[in-house]
């Protein structure tokens, strides 16, 4: 024990989903990205980045530091937030005469548990725990694919790539039989063997692919990893234990990834049209979510 601030924190990236509404919060670099086929005669499905980066080089996020006292270095390329911190030979309380080293330590500006970059004269997180939220209306006929993945997967496999490879691989799984495994595993098993081509240690590596099913039926789902996200009906899908993932179309990797957490909830009952304020009442109060965490 150093006796130091917590040094563990972690991204997130939340998906909810409730009817045809979709609630997304994020914080880090953990990002969702959208799969959108803007004409059903084509089938290019194109990639939308839904969040952005909280990376510290943004302009609103070097204002925010810096103006909590905090700083941004850049260390061999990559910009990141400093640590503040005592130097290790000091004891005793922190004086003004206390030496203090300033470390380039984080590269991501917001995330969750970072208590180290606590700033006592603002009372704030330097690294801020606030995320960013946004709501989308899914539309079944257009809206094909939800993806999230940590920086692990994104670093190797661009958004765009990311959406063609989902949908390559479906079409085989469920059109010609071909590719047992799920849409979630194949990108997070690519991702790695990208990693070890660049011979790279890799990052964290995780991934959720959630399949959106159209109103017609689109092929048979017989594997051990899948949901059926129909928004008519709602999600289909079997009890989990507490040794293993419920069968989802929300294709997820075995929780040999560490970072992975999900949670598939009772079906999604109809959504109706209300005010911004009781959509955000409804969305606390509603036990019948189906929810997404990476």
């Known amino acids: 024990m ?3 601030p917590s040094t563990s924190g972690t ?27 803007d004409d059903p005669k084509d089938d290019f499905v194109r990639a939308v980045e839904v969040t952005q980066d909280h990376k510290p ?6 204002e925010r530091i810096e103006g909590l006292g905090g700083s941004v270095i850049n260390k061999s390329g990559v910009n ?20 203090i080293d300033q470390i380039p330590f984080l590269a991501v500006a917001r995330a969750l548990g970072d208590l180290w970059s606590y700033d006592f004269y ?11 939220t946004s709501v989308h209306t899914i539309d079944p006929q257009k809206h094909k694919y939800i993806i999230l993945g940590s920086d692990g997967l994104w670093n190797m496999i661009p958004p765009q790539d990311a959406i063609s490879m989902c949908q390559d691989h479906e079409e085989k799984k469920y059109f010609m039989g071909e590719a047992r495994q799920s849409c979630a595993r194949m990108l997070v098993g690519r ?3 990208r990693w070890r081509q660049r011979m790279l240690r890799a990052d964290n590596t995780s991934a959720i692919v959630i399949c959106i099913a159209p109103l017609r039926e689109r092929g048979r789902w017989d594997g051990d990893e899948e949901l059926v996200l129909n928004l008519a009906e709602g999600p289909s899908y079997s009890s989990p234990d507490s040794s293993s993932l419920s ?12 970072a992975l957490r999900v949670s598939f909830l009772p079906p999604l009952a109809p959504w109706s049209n209300q005010s911004s304020a009781r959509e955000s009442a409804i ?10 965490i990476i």
Not at 122 to 132: K, N
Request: glycine content about 8%.
């Open 191 to 193: 991702a790695l063997g």
């Open 80 to 99: 990141r937030v400093v640590w503040k911190r005592p130097r290790l030979s000091h004891n005793g309380p922190v004086r003004r005469s206390t030496v």
């Open 57 to 62: 080089e943004l302009p609103k996020e070097r």
């Open 247 to 258: 069968p989802s179309r929300c294709c997820t990797p075995p929780l040999k990834v560490r």
């Open 2 to 4: 150093t006796g130091l």
């Open 122 to 132: 603002s009372g704030e997180f330097v690294v801020s725990p606030e995320p960013d």
């Open 11 to 37: 991204t997130a990236s939340v998906v909810i989903i409730r009817g045809s509404r979709m609630y997304v919060a994020h914080v880090g670099d953990s990002g969702v990205v959208l799969g959108v086929q």
């Open 283 to 292: 969305l606390r109060e509603a036990p019948d979510l189906t929810v997404c």
